[in-house]
């Protein structure tokens, strides 16, 4: 009985031991996990700066070619990186649109080079480089300051992203303001209505790009204008024209040709005297 008191003893404190060494064990695995966690993590940063890199190669070596002088192929690999650079940030598209702009207006041809400047400005609004440059580009053309109007020039200074972060904004104001009311006792006060008056401030780039999004939009970007007309073949009936500068709604496309609007009706133009602002 006594070996036997002796022997459950051992085993017991064994059994104890081996709890405590578990125990002891785990925040090794904690460690190991975490290790595990932290080399994921850079493995997934890497990847993503590698990818980064990837996506910023193409500016990169555009911007050795220009300064080489081989502006045509710098243009060219710009072009390239925006045409297939479809997950790039807006604002790394925009300097793209915004190279492609200046080779092109450096080569002369000012009216291809406001429609690029253009084209950035859409990607990044508030660019002001890319905006006096549209202008000087416009200047150049013979084409007037473009004049967008108070309430479009308002809603043209965000992007879509931060409309609608401005448009969330609004609904989130509204929401906040009216349970704090509520909580001091029911009765509408001057915050709600505040913010009822600031929704329109708030809502109107969303609402306006919304209703502005229904199509591709060009720029003639020809002299003397783009002809228009009923059917795509030049042997066609001509029913007019749009003016260099002129930004048109494209509805269609087929090869050589775009199916653009005039004054409400469907007209087909020549594909090479339009140039596409949506990038």
Do not use: C
């Amino acid at each position: 009985m006594t070996y036997s008191h002796r022997n459950s003893h051992r085993n017991s404190h064994r059994t104890s031991m081996t709890r405590l060494a578990s125990k002891a064990m785990w925040p090794g695995r904690w460690v190991l996990r975490a290790l595990a966690l932290v080399g994921l993590a850079a493995m997934l940063l890497s990847g993503a700066h590698a990818q980064e890199s990837a996506a910023e190669a193409g500016a990169g070596e555009g911007a050795r070619l220009w300064r080489s002088g081989d502006h045509d192929a710098a243009q060219r690999l710009w072009e390239e990186s925006l045409a297939n650079g479809t997950d790039l940030p807006d604002r790394e598209r925009a300097r793209l649109a915004y190279n492609v702009g200046v080779a092109h207006h450096t080569a002369g041809e000012p009216l291809v080079a406001a429609a690029w400047f253009e084209s950035a400005l859409r990607l990044a609004p508030r660019w002001e480089a890319a905006k006096a440059n549209r202008d000087l580009s416009r200047a150049d053309a013979g084409l007037d300051p473009k004049d967008t109007g108070i309430v479009a020039g308002f809603v043209r200074l965000f992007t879509r992203g931060e409309a609608e972060w401005l448009a969330l904004l609004g609904g989130v104001l509204i929401l906040v303001l009216g349970a704090l009311d509520a909580f001091r006792g029911g009765a509408w006060g001057r915050g709600p209505w505040l913010a009822i008056l600031a929704l329109p401030v708030l809502w109107a780039p969303l609402v306006g790009q919304l209703a502005s999004s229904n199509g591709e939009v060009a720029m003639v970007v020809v002299k003397g204008g783009a002809p228009l007309y009923g059917s795509p073949d030049l042997q066609g009936e001509r029913l007019g024209k749009l003016k260099e500068g002129d930004e048109t709604l494209v509805l269609d496309r087929l090869p050589g040709w775009v199916k653009v609007v005039d004054r409400g009706e469907e007209r087909w133009a020549p594909e090479d005297s339009v140039l596409s602002l949506i990038r």
